[in-house]
Each structure stands twice: as structure tokens, then as C-alpha cells.
């Protein structure tokens, strides 16, 4: 497992509404479970950004090396692509602002070959750490299987314990994975708006240190997809550009926090906070 600790912090943005929110709705340590170094980024790095600015702690959790699926030839190629997409990963997280991260390095793409308990306790062993409040990973309509893996392993190691600090957790969407997801009833469907106005320029910058994961538009994992899509999520809330979320489990007081700010929240038929 690597960890690593950074004093760099972001330089301020513009005073809004929205942010002085989040910390009510996300509480104050917020984790952030990533299948592979990028994806968190991809999913989140607008509202990561905006945590940080609110002085909200984040811990991000990088699952997967995220390179050894590819066929480095050698042991020391892919020893040296690992650092590599990790080098990357730090240059992006302290765009964003975060101090701290940790690497578990398991097999990527190979996800499914470890038990799920497997996978849970070690997620588990840093929710016990950390004792975050608010968790926020993969969506399970994923076509990645890494991506699948991660939601389940979080929503077995936060399940529902009367000692838990756990109070909402949320899946994100990533382009190259969730937008390839054909299978009519296994869609992602954003009921939690995130208005990253702000910092989506932070977001854009962020991934772009991830040199060998950008491509070319139309490609989905590119910086000109990346925007669209933020401003196409804006659309739906009204705002020049946002992060959508799958709400999966959030306390009523997240509720009434996300009537008063420049969140949105859609109505689920027939579903309750927990």
C-alpha cells in the first residue's frame, strides 16, 4: 500500500452558495474510492476541488494499479509505468488540492478475481481509519468490471451499522466506461447535481496531467468530451456546468441541506432516505 501526503493547497475561487453548503451535506472527511488513478477525476474532481476550498478532508482510495492490464513488457517496465500513472495521479490530486491519497496496487482490470470480502475488508480497514462521512465511488452500470468491483466493495464495507459515521453515499460516472453501458436497464441516472462552475478549469487541468490516458475528440477520454459533459450535466441543473451522482444512501439531514443550496436533488419514486 503506498500513501503520500502533500502541504500543497489550490488557490482560492470565487465566493458562492454552493460551496458554503457542501460541508453540510458531505460532513467532513469525505472518501473518495477509485478503481484506477484518473477516475477520480473523471467522476469527481470539480466537487473534490470544491470540499477542499471548504476545508473538507479528502482521502482518496486508488483501488488498481490501472496499468498492468496493458502488457508492459518485463517486470521493470511495469514497475516503471506504475510509478508513472502514479506520478501523474499527484500531479492531478494537487491541482485539486488533496493532501493525501492511498495506492493498494491490485492487479488491474482484475478486479473480479479477488473475493469480494477481500476487497471490501481492505476498503473497510480505511473507512475504520478514516471514518469518513460521506463515501463516493463507481456506479455499478459500469462497463468496467474494476469499476463494478469498487461499488460493491464500498457498499459491502459502509453497510449500516449503528456505529457507523457513514451518513450518504453516492456513485460517480465515467465516460469511457459508464457512456459505453448499452444495456437499456442498467443505465446511470444521476438524481444528485453537483454545480462545479467554478472548478471545472481545475478539473480540466487536473486530468490533463494524466498524459497517457487523454485522447483525441471524439474520443470519450478526452478534455473536449470532458467539458461537454460537464456542461451538459449544467444543463439539467441550470448552471454553466456540474457533476452528476447516483444518490445510494443519504441521511435526511443531507435532504434538507440539498433544498437550501445550489445542489439538486431528483425525486426517486417510491425511495426514502435511509
Excluded at 482510495?61 to 517496465?77: F, N, W
Excluded at 436497464?185 to 471545472?200: G, M, T
Aim: negative net charge.
Amino acid at each position: 500500500m503506498l500513501e503520500s501526503r502533500s502541504n500543497s493547497r489550490p488557490a482560492p475561487l470565487t465566493p458562492g452558495g454552493l460551496k458554503s453548503h457542501l460541508p453540510y451535506l458531505f460532513g467532513s472527511r469525505v472518501l473518495i474510492v477509485a478503481a484506477h488513478p484518473d477516475d477520480e477525476v473523471l467522476g469527481c474532481g470539480g466537487t473534490i476541488r470544491l470540499l477542499i476550498e471548504e476545508g473538507v478532508e479528502v482521502l482518496v482510495l486508488y483501488l488498481s494499479d490501472g496499468v498492468t492490464s496493458r502488457g508492459s513488457h518485463g517486470e521493470k517496465l511495469e514497475r516503471q509505468d506504475i510509478e508513472s500513472r502514479l506520478s501523474d495521479a499527484k500531479l492531478a490530486l494537487r491541482e485539486l488540492g488533496v493532501q493525501n491519497f492511498k495506492a493498494l496496487g491490485l492487479k488491474d482490470n482484475q478486479l473480479d478475481s479477488y473475493p469480494i470480502l477481500d476487497i471490501a475488508k481492505l476498503i473497510e480497514s480505511v473507512v475504520g481509519d478514516f471514518k469518513p462521512t460521506f463515501v463516493i465511488t463507481h456506479s455499478l452500470s459500469d462497463l468496467n468490471v474494476d469499476h463494478r468491483v469498487a461499488n460493491q466493495g464500498v457498499l459491502t464495507a459502509c453497510r449500516p451499522q449503528p456505529s457507523s459515521q457513514v451518513r450518504g453515499i453516492a456513485s460517480f460516472e465515467v465516460l469511457s466506461s459508464t457512456g459505453w453501458q448499452f444495456d437499456s436497464k442498467n443505465q446511470f441516472a444521476p438524481n444528485l447535481f453537483v454545480d462545479i462552475s467554478e472548478s471545472l478549469e481545475s478539473k480540466i487541468s487536473a486530468l490533463g496531467f494524466f498524459k497517457n490516458e487523454i485522447r483525441e475528440f471524439p474520443h470519450p477520454r478526452s478534455l473536449a468530451a470532458l467539458e461537454s459533459l460537464a456542461k451538459s450535466r449544467g444543463a439539467q441543473l441550470g448552471v454553466p456546468a456540474a457533476e452528476g451522482r447516483s444518490r445510494v444512501k443519504s441521511s435526511r439531514s443531507a435532504e434538507a441541506e440539498i433544498s437550501r443550496s445550489r445542489l439538486a436533488l431528483l425525486p426517486v419514486p417510491g425511495e426514502e432516505f435511509q
